[in-house]
Every structure is written in C-alpha cells, then in structure tokens.
C-alpha cells in the first residue's frame, strides 16, 4: 500500500477520499485554491499546498501545479476524485511521467471510453446491447439527416468527448435537426475544445440505471450491483437510489454481466461505471461509461458493505481487491441518495451561493452524511453548488424512503436556499413511492 497520496480535488469528495486513506494507515496531501484555505479537507489533510487563484482554470485543473505539489512532498500516487482532471488522460500520463501512480484507469482506457463515439463501436463489437446510432462521428448536417431518415425521428445528437448533458440535443422534428445539429456542435467545442457529435436513435422515457463495477490486475471484476439515476435536471442528477426498483432479477443479472463485459473490452483497471438507458419494455442499452468513482458511489457502498474508495486504492497499489470472493454481488436492502444543493428548485435550480449561517446534520441508524462544510462555512461561486450528500438505508424500499423523510426533516440549513423542499416532495409524489420515476420525471411531477 502507498504510504502517501494527494488528493487533486475539492469538497465532500476530497475528504472522503482522505478518510477512506487514513483507515488503510496512508498520510494524505490535500491541494487547494485560494477561495478553499479554510475548508475541512485542507485540515484534515496530513499536509496541504496551494495551487493558485480561486478560479478552477488557475488552481485545480492546471496540472503542472498539481504534480509540482505531488513531486515537493513526496507523494506516490494522487487521487483525481471526481470532475475537474478525473476523466483526463492528459493528466494521467503527466502523473505517470512523473514517476506518481494515477489512482484510476489508464490514459488508454479514459480515452478510449471518452470517445463517446468510439465506445459505442467497442460495446458493440464486444456483444454489449446498444441504442441504433451512427457509425462513428457525423461530421455534416446531410449526414445527421440521413442517420434520422433512416433510424426515424425522434434522435439525439450527442457530443463525441461528452458528458454532463453538455453538446447534447433532441430532436423531434426533421425541420429543426439542421440548428440542433450546429448547437450541440458549437456547445461540445465550448465545453471540451472538440465540436463531433455522433447521433443515436432517442429512446422514449427510459430510466438511467447504472452498474458500479471494480476490476484489478489479478483478473479479478466484479459488478457491485446498480443504481437507479433517474431523476434529473438538465442530464445532471438529483437523487440516486440502488437497487433500481425497476429492475427484475433476471435484468439485473443480465446487466451485469453486459457491465463485465464491458470492462473486459477495454481491459479496464480499477473503479468505472457503465451506464445503461431502460426503456419501457425493460429492454437495456449501452450509454457511456464513466472511467472514474461517482458522486453517487455511497448508495452502491450501502447495499454492498463494499468501501469502493479503499478498492481504488489497493487497486492501483497493485494488491488484489477485498471484495472479489464476495461476487455475485446481491443488494442488500435499500439506500438512496438525496444530493444537498444551494440552489433555488423553484428557479430552474439556479446555483445560490452565499454563507450558511447553520447547519445541524440527521442522525441516527441507517443515515450517512457527506459533506465538507460546517456552520460559517460559505458556497463558492467559483465551483459547483453542493452541500452535503444524504445517504439513507433501510432493510428495504419503503423503510428508506421512511428514514429519508424522517432525515430530511432534521437536516437543517440556514442563510441560503436547498434543495431539500425539492427532495421532500419528490418522496411524495405517487410516481416516486411506486419506483416508476423516469428521466422526465421533473417534468412530469412538477411542471405540469
């Protein structure tokens, strides 16, 4: 095992990662901008370095800085968490040409399985079910045209380098594939300096279901089961729940074992997650796969007892993983995850940043919370909106949708708006409590 880290993140994430470290007996090195000197995981962190200004394009994604900080204090290997450089193979192989380990996959695998495109040929090659899409990247509109003409419409046009939702449009008319198809164009080169999309034929109200999977370098993968994702805003999740209640058992063995396959294909090490689209005959498809751990990986922790943070690091200590002579993995009860964020539901989820003036946490059996902040503590403008994750457990679905309840209600913030009305109705809606949510959920529930 490593006897020292760093963790190039931020936030709940950062700290979780540090904890998971500090229980193996590895010290830890936390990085941080100027805005973050007072946060939890600066001093929590054995030792801590500046890496710039508050803005993430001057400090947390500026890559020399962070493996200067790694060199300086004799780091082995440096924790990407999630977002910012987690999903960039540029910066895995910097950590690599520095003589530091990548806790993750490698460049090769992030590369190949960001290419949204390219993935979708390797799954396909490799028998993993996937949606009818074009062959590889649409590069003229004539193109795009005949792809929906033939598949019929309704399509989606998706950014190649994607994720987050960004370069992404429906289309379900052919009069207005021409300016969707130079939006999600001219988005994806905004947001990840590279235009392609590719288009897929759209599946109507599907779920997001998702398949955590683990696999180190003795041969050994495994499928911790999935998690329902369903409740969106903008392709970005709000509440995760594992199992999804929407899946047979027979599903979920078919799941994941196209899960495995999936990291067979690319020889994949480490945490990943493959996510799948439901569609409404229980039907699955091959969506993307994130080469990385997710912001939703407790609610797989909590019907697994696996600590997938302490497997991504003796994975890429070059130990065997803990939890492999456990598999077939079966969920045991029920968990869901509420994300906590400053933000106004009311007003499309507009980010709200400001000082939480208090801050008193639920407790008792069943109930987890992620967070890295305390009361004083104030949200940045600078970075994402999120306050806390609150992860609740029940021996099944309806005593978790109980205790959440019961949670939410204790959790209390001040001096900023949450999301935590937004969440209490959702656990009252009736398509909820029948585990019949689909990706139009939001739409459906609340903007009728």
């Not at 994975?315 to 400053?342: L, V």
């Amino acid at each position: 095992m490593f006897s020292k880290i760093l963790v190039a993140n931020r936030g709940e994430v950062a700290l979780r990662i540090m904890r998971a470290a500090r229980e193996l007996g590895v010290k830890t090195v936390a990085v941080y901008s100027e805005a973050d000197r007072d946060t939890l995981p600066v001093k929590y962190a054995d030792e801590a370095v500046c890496i710039g200004p508050a803005p993430a394009g001057k400090s947390y994604l500026v890559m020399a800085n962070i493996i200067a900080a790694a060199n300086i204090t004799g780091c082995e290997a440096v924790h990407p968490g999630y977002g910012f450089l987690a999903e960039n193979a540029e910066f895995a192989r910097a950590c690599a040409d520095n003589d530091l380990v990548f806790i993750g996959p490698s460049p090769e695998c992030i590369e190949r399985m960001g290419d949204k495109a390219s993935a979708r040929e390797t799954m396909t090659s490799y028998g993993v079910p996937t949606v009818p899409g074009s062959d590889g990247v649409v590069d003229t509109v004539e193109e795009a045209r005949a792809f929906a003409e033939e598949v019929g419409y309704p399509v989606l046009i998706k950014a190649s380098a994607g994720g987050g939702g960004k370069g992404m449009r429906e289309v379900h008319d052919p009069k207005d594939l021409e300016s969707a198809y130079a939006a999600a164009k001219a988005e994806a080169q905004a947001a990840f300096g590279n235009g392609d999309v590719y288009l897929e034929k759209l599946v109507l109200r599907p779920r997001h279901v998702e398949v955590q999977v683990l696999a180190d370098n003795y041969g050994n993968r495994v499928a911790l089961c999935e998690r329902d994702c369903s409740i969106q805003r903008r392709h970005q999740k709000l509440l995760e729940e594992a199992p999804s209640p929407a899946l047979t058992d027979e599903t979920r063995r078919a799941m994941g074992v196209a899960a495995i396959k999936a990291v067979r294909a690319v020889d994949y090490r480490n945490a990943g997650t493959i996510e799948f689209l439901l569609d409404e005959s229980g039907k699955f498809y091959f969506m993307e796969m994130n080469t990385r751990v997710q912001v939703e990986h407790p609610v797989t922790e909590q019907i697994t007892g696996v600590d997938i943070i302490k497997e991504q690091l003796r994975i890429a200590a070059d130990e065997p993983m803990n939890c492999a002579d456990r598999a077939p993995f079966s969920p045991n009860g029920h968990a869901i995850e509420f994300r906590i964020n400053a933000e106004d539901p009311d007003n499309d989820f507009r980010p709200i940043p400001g000082k939480i003036t208090r801050l008193d946490f639920p407790g008792g059996p069943g109930v987890r919370v992620e967070t890295y902040l305390q009361a004083g503590s104030s949200i940045s403008p600078y970075y994402d909106s999120m306050i806390a994750k609150l992860i609740v457990w029940g021996e099944n679905r309806e005593e978790a949708l109980q205790r959440g309840r019961r949670a939410l209600a204790e959790f209390n913030i001040e001096g900023i708006p949450t999301t935590i009305p937004f969440h209490q109705k959702v656990l009252e809606t009736e398509i909820f409590q029948a585990g019949e949510a689909r990706t139009d959920f939001i739409e459906i529930a609340f903007e009728q």
